[in-house]
């Protein structure tokens, strides 16, 4: 069983930015592709950005340009870096895996308010 802990969530103003970070651990697994994804209240899921375990990474286009996606293999744990955060990045962040089997793992959430 994999297991993903997310942290860095809180409240940030326009303009602000915050730093979030997932680590997953567990037994017998190979990490294939992680990320990020978002839910608005009232809203789907949607993706935020994703990162492969040979580097290549995807955005969104709403954060292109002010979210960074990056990892760490030796810990196994995927960051997102915002910047220039507005209020319509509002919401509950889950951190996701898929690992080589092409099993899919969720993290618990972690909420995110922009608002001054």
């Known amino acids: 069983q994999v297991q993903l802990v997310e942290s860095g969530g809180g409240l940030v103003q326009p303009g602000g930015s915050l730093r979030l970070s997932c680590a997953a651990s567990g037994r017998g697994f190979s990490i294939h592709t992680m990320g990020w994804y978002r839910q608005a209240p009232g809203k789907q899921r949607e993706l935020v950005a994703t990162?492969?375990?040979?580097?290549?990474?995807n955005y969104a286009d709403s954060v292109q340009g002010r979210f960074t996606i990056s990892a760490d293999g030796a810990k196994n744990t995927v960051y997102l870096q915002m910047n220039n955060l507005k209020p319509e990045d509002t919401a509950v962040y889950y951190c996701s895996l898929k690992t080589g089997t092409l099993s899919y793992y969720w993290g618990q959430g972690t909420q995110v308010t922009v608002s001054s």
């Open positions: 990162v492969a375990g040979g580097g290549s990474t």
